[in-house]
């Protein structure tokens, strides 16, 4: 039976100008999913409904604009803010905080005419690449329940699976977008360095996280990045923005519509933590690899395997420096400390144990690295590589207390993305595949500013594939 759910974002968007269903409507469809569904998800931590119907009526009344996403629902992740709404950023030492100002992402989506049902589940600080908080549930990935949507984004990656919300934008550090949108069988694109405005990564420590869409095809990526990157009032958003490939007329959706273009693609299944860990990609993973070769070879692209390898260098002792130091800056003190999960409490020791000596050698070396990688990877187009190196891992995999051994396994599931927000590249994963029922995805990695290309090309495999046909079984 046809349900709203079942129409993409842009489907959806089409439906509310022609006037075929209202705000409202949609609205109340998805928070009637989010009450029914989500306690076996665990994709909200916060559901705001009065805000979001009053949103909507508001709307509805006013009348359709040409605003880019008017009338679409969605949701914060929670670690922005949203002025009136608590913000958990998934831990307890933040007590729910209300802020009075909303972050410069929500503001950018309100502009842009969304309606947002709540805020979804990240981990601690958003610190590790999956989902599990001492403040509520294991976010699930609705594919398989006892294995976890990943993360930081998993809450938005778990909603948009199941059928709770058409899409929503995520922030990735290093991979906290493509993780989740892998492990959920979801379309996860990571902008480049500065492209989205209000989270551009270019003020964030190394450069690093920056905001992006998770979404079920192509176009709505598309759709939904436009939104975000879109020139508006607020003039302080826009200062660091990237010019568009042709000029401020373009648009990321036309270029995921259309999906044109024949490019040259190199392929590597190495990763810059593979002289400090034992890293193996899962053979089903290997076997979603070939199948996108197959197809991206079969519509015309030069793809030539195994053409480039990912530097390594002091990438691990670097990269993990930046991830100490960044969690040195959580403002918790004292007493304060016993309310940090295990894990952050002891990222927020090391963290600020280390030397300005220490962090200043990291940074630098990160630097270096980041001209290594795009040198190496300017000859092609895209670099395909697992986004992933292993299955969705199950829900306690990881140990919630040894610092060291989390970060071991958080480096063997996810090899494959943390090097690309060090080079500020644009990246996307892409669902080519099902094991045993769980999805399988591949990475693609753009040359700087080229989301356009990773989008044409994503598109081109989704026309194949079809994987916007797979659905789990809460839809």
């Not at 909303?102 to 600080?125: C, H, Q, R």
């Not at 990763?271 to 089903?284: C, G, I, T």
């Not at 692209?301 to 002792?317: F, I, K, L, Q």
């Not at 989390?406 to 943390?418: G, H, I, K, R, V």
Request: net charge negative.
């Amino acid at each position: 039976m046809f349900e709203l759910h079942h129409l993409s974002a842009q489907e959806q968007y089409d439906w509310l100008r022609r006037r075929e269903v209202t705000p409202r409507e949609l609205v109340d469809h998805y928070l009637e999913r989010i009450e029914r569904i989500d306690p076996g998800v665990g994709a909200f931590v916060t559901v705001t409904a009065d805000a979001a119907r009053e949103r909507a009526d508001a709307l509805g009344a006013a009348g359709s604009t040409t605003a880019p996403l008017w009338g679409l629902p969605l949701a914060d992740k929670d670690l922005t803010d949203r002025a009136g709404v608590p913000t958990w950023s998934g831990s307890r030492f933040s007590r729910g905080r209300i802020p009075a100002h909303s972050a410069g992402v929500v503001e950018a989506v309100d502009e842009a005419g969304a309606i947002s049902l709540g805020k979804t589940a990240t981990p601690e600080f958003g610190m590790t690449s999956y989902t599990e908080t001492l403040i509520g549930p294991p976010t699930r990935n609705p594919y398989d329940v006892a294995a976890n949507a990943g993360g930081s984004s998993g809450g938005a990656a778990a909603a948009v699976a199941a059928g709770l919300l058409p899409f929503a934008p995520g922030s990735d550090g290093g991979g906290s977008i493509r993780i989740p949108a892998a492990a959920t069988g979801l379309v996860g694109l990571k902008p480049s360095r500065g492209r989205v405005p209000s989270q551009s990564g270019i003020t964030s420590l190394g450069g690093l996280a920056v905001g992006g869409p998770i979404s079920r095809n192509c176009a709505d990526a598309g759709m939904l990045l436009d939104a975000l990157v879109a020139p508006d009032s607020a003039a302080p958003r826009d200062q660091y923005a990237l010019r568009a490939p042709s000029g401020d007329s373009f648009s990321f959706l036309a270029a995921a519509v259309r999906g044109e273009g024949r490019f040259r693609i190199a392929t590597t299944t190495t990763s810059p933590w593979d002289d400090a860990y034992d890293v193996r990609v899962d053979p089903a993973v290997l076997a979603a690899l070939d199948l996108a070769m197959d197809h991206l070879a079969a519509v015309g692209h030069e793809v030539e395997p195994d053409a480039v390898r990912v530097p390594v260098g002091e990438y691990a002792t670097h990269f993990r420096t930046l991830w100490q130091a960044g969690a040195a800056t959580i403002p918790a003190e004292g007493d304060d400390l016993d309310l940090l999960e295990p894990l952050t409490r002891w990222l927020v020791e090391r963290g600020r144990a280390l030397s300005a000596r220490d962090l200043a050698t990291a940074l630098a070396g990160l630097t270096a690295y980041e001209r290594t990688v795009i040198a190496d990877f300017a000859p092609y187009d895209a670099v395909l590589t697992p986004t992933v190196a292993l299955l969705p891992r199950p829900n306690g995999w990881y140990d919630a207390v040894d610092g060291e051994r989390n970060f071991e396994q958080q480096c063997l599931y996810a090899p494959f993305t943390s090097f690309v927000n060090v080079a500020g590249l644009p990246a996307i994963t892409l669902p080519v595949a099902e094991h045993d029922g769980v999805p399988v995805g591949v990475q693609l990695v753009g040359r700087p500013g080229r989301e356009d290309v990773l989008l044409a090309i994503g598109a081109q495999l989704e026309r194949r594939l079809k994987w916007q046909r797979r659905h789990p079984p809460q839809w």
